[in-house]
Every structure is written in C-alpha cells, then in structure tokens.
C-alpha cells in the first residue's frame, strides 16, 4: 500500500517533500523553457539561411544581366548615331561614376562609425560596482543550537568533549546525522 504523504494531492507532507517537488517542477519548467527556446531559435535559423539563399541567388542573376544591360545601353546609344567605342566608354564611364559615388556614400557610412560608448560605460560602471561588493557571510550558527535542534544524543553534551583534536562540534553533527 503506497504512503498517503506521498502523492501530489496530499495536506499532510513535509516541508521537505514540498521543496523537493518545487525544485523538480521548476527543473523540469526551466528544461521545458529551454526546449522550447531552442525549438524557437532553429526554426528562426531556417528561414534566415531560406531568405539568405533567395538573396544570394537573386544577386547573382543580377550579376549575370549586368553585362547583357551594359551591352544593351552600348547598342542604344550607337544607334543615336555615337560611334560603337564611344558607346561603350560612355557606359564605362556611367559604371565608374556609379561606383565612385557608392563608393563615397559607403566611406562617409563607415567614417561615421563609432564604438558603442554606451555599453562600455555600462560595463565598467558594473565591473567597478563588483570589484567593491563584498560577499555577505551568512549568520554562523553554533554547533550547539544545531544539536539542540536536531535532538542529538550529543545535545547532552555526551561524546562532544571526547572529539579527536582538530574536529569541531558541527563535523560530529554531520557525521551523527548520517
């Protein structure tokens, strides 16, 4: 016959047994937490590398159309009545034009580029607030009020006296209570 303490609807277990059954179901809370963060963040992770691919390959069919359009742009303005080289220097130039000005807009871009001062300050504000925290030592408590508490044999004072050099009354106490 099972203990009537021990299943989950019981009024009459311990403080123990209604830790011990907190800190699994939060365990198993958090794993649950876990597991579905993971499941969250692959599925993000599969469509980023899909619209990654379908950027990739978009830019690379308009890699591809780039000389057919520059050709198509040469043969346009040939047929304005320019020479076919002029046509084609024409376009060159357009690309290089082009060029340049992307590329004065990408160095402005990067010239403006900072570190981020903010998060820096944040991290020696906080480094320099840990570096003067001191850790808060718990309430030392006397062998004998753990005695009394537990209601020890060694509570009476029987055997503490006779403990080898060097062992102190809470060692006993662990060692009596296993």
């Known amino acids: 016959m099972s203990d009537p303490g021990n299943y989950v609807g019981s009024a009459d277990r311990s403080i123990g047994q209604l830790v011990a059954s907190a800190t699994a179901e939060m365990s198993a809370l958090v794993h649950d937490e876990i597991a579905l963060a993971k499941a969250e963040v692959r599925q993000d992770v599969k469509r980023g590398v899909i619209g990654s691919v379908a950027f990739i ?34 376009v060159a130039g357009g690309f290089v034009l082009l060029a340049a000005l992307l590329g004065l807009v990408g160095w402005l871009k990067f010239k403006k580029v900072k570190p981020p001062e903010k998060s820096i300050a944040s991290a020696k504000q906080t480094a320099a607030v840990l570096q003067k925290a001191k850790p808060h030592p718990r309430p030392a408590i006397e062998a004998d009020a753990i005695l009394k508490r537990s209601g020890s044999s060694l509570a009476a004072g029987t055997g503490v006296e006779a403990l080898p050099p060097g062992k102190d009354k809470a060692s006993a106490v662990a060692r009596s209570s296993t």
């Open 57 to 90: 390959v978009a830019g690379v069919l308009l890699l591809f159309t780039m000389p057919m359009l520059s050709f198509a742009a040469a043969y346009g303005i040939h047929n304005l009545g320019l020479g076919l080289a002029w046509s084609f220097l024409i």
